[in-house]
């Protein structure tokens, strides 16, 4: 992909990237009837600045947000991440970790060919996929998928995203002031944790989805 923009199309059931952003068929319209759990910090006015700095958080490199974060850990080769609190999971054979839990100021560095930084406020991370909820962004070269409530889940799988609940696709300056506030008031304590389940199991084989072009797949890995 080098740094090409990834071309936008929308659809009526949601989004699709180049690489893959899709919406669940036969999901509810968040944007119709949200949930009471995701309707905290919608009132952020864009003036506002006593949340964060989207444009710089999602300009962070793994060092910076490791600075400023409580915890951080590496899962080699490809995932990198900082948050107010990291869980272990589970562990492989050499006592390593092999999934991961984050909650609370969610930092993701995903270290592909063309790196992904996302941003949430909880994430499972391992096995080759990524869960993350809370409001979340992901960003790819100057595009950016907004999550536009709490219970917004992105899944990632290898180079392609999907997305469970309403969402936009942006640039990096036109993300929501809103978004801000729900950085700093931290997870939502209304929804349960974030867990497997979240993800349908047709997702993760989705027909629609074809494989990715051996050019899409990260250095070293292969289907």
């Known amino acids: 992909m080098g740094n090409v923009r990834m071309n936008l199309v929308l659809l009526s059931v949601g989004c699709i ?5 899709h919406s669940v068929p036969g999901k509810k319209d968040a944007s119709k009837e949200e949930n009471p759990a995701d309707k905290k ?14 444009g710089f958080l999602l300009s962070m490199k793994y060092g910076e947000a490791k600075a400023l974060s ?7 080769p490809y995932y990198k991440v900082a948050a107010d609190e990291i869980t272990v999971v589970s562990t492989k054979s050499d006592g390593t970790p092999r999934k991961v839990r984050a909650k609370g100021h969610v930092f993701l560095q995903i270290d592909y060919r063309e790196e992904l930084i996302g941003l949430g406020q909880e994430a499972l991370i391992g096995g080759g996929e990524v869960i993350l909820r809370g409001r979340p962004l992901l960003r790819r070269g ?20 999907q997305v469970i609940g309403l969402h936009r696709i942006t640039s990096e300056s036109g993300v929501t002031p809103a978004w801000r506030g729900s950085w700093k008031d931290g997870p939502n304590p209304l929804l349960p944790a974030l867990s497997p389940g979240d993800i349908p199991k047709e997702m993760r084989a989705s027909p629609l989805l074809p494989p990715p072009s051996k050019d899409d797949l990260p250095k070293g890995k292969t289907r």
């Open 142 to 161: 100057r595009s950016v998928v907004e999550g536009l409530a709490d219970r917004t889940v992105f899944y990632i799988d290898g180079v392609r995203l």
């Open 70 to 76: 409580p915890q951080s850990l590496e899962l080699p």
């Open 17 to 21: 990237l180049t690489n893959g952003c």
């Open 41 to 54: 910090n919608t009132a952020a006015a864009p003036e506002d600045s006593s949340g964060a700095d989207v």
